[in-house]
């Protein structure tokens, strides 16, 4: 328990560098905004495929491993039906030294209003299209008022 404790008080003060005061919770993995106390989801490629039931003005992330300097990229694909928007793109730098050491990327989203929606990022390199398609992760959201 003791470096559990440790662990969410290194992660606070990483994220508290990273923009604004948010602390992260280890045991749920979520994220709590500080300023609205409202907690934040990530998700990662464990949830690929996967339906998330959400009510309208819920936060959530998805966090998902990107190495810049190999050209494939992370690139959401917006979609019309306004059930969704995506919020913020972030950049998390590698920890290690080495060079050529993969990140991560952040992509926050806000549920707008309810209904039915999928969301579509592709690991490739946008400007070879379909081609370079390395991985997509999609996830489907079902929202409530």
């Not at 990530?42 to 998902?64: A, C, H, W």
């Not at 952040?106 to 946008?126: C, D, M, S, Y």
């Not at 070879?128 to 079902?142: A, W």
């Amino acid at each position: 328990m003791k470096d559990l404790v440790k662990g969410f008080v290194i992660a606070s003060a990483i994220a508290s560098v990273l923009g604004g005061l948010t602390l992260i919770d280890p045991v749920q993995n979520t994220v709590v905004q500080a300023e609205t106390a409202t907690k934040l989801m990530i998700l990662t490629q464990k949830e690929n495929g996967t339906t998330l039931n959400l009510n309208v003005g819920d936060r959530f992330s998805i966090q998902l491993p990107e190495n810049l300097t190999t050209g494939f990229q992370w690139e959401f694909l917006p979609n019309t039906d306004g059930v969704v928007s995506l919020e913020e793109t972030r950049y998390i730098t590698p920890t290690t030294q080495l060079i050529g050491g993969g990140g991560e990327i952040l992509l926050t989203f806000r549920v707008e209003k309810a209904g039915q929606t999928t969301i579509t990022i592709n690991h490739w390199r946008p400007w070879e299209g379909e081609p370079s398609l390395l991985e997509r992760y999609t996830l489907t959201i079902q929202a409530k008022s």
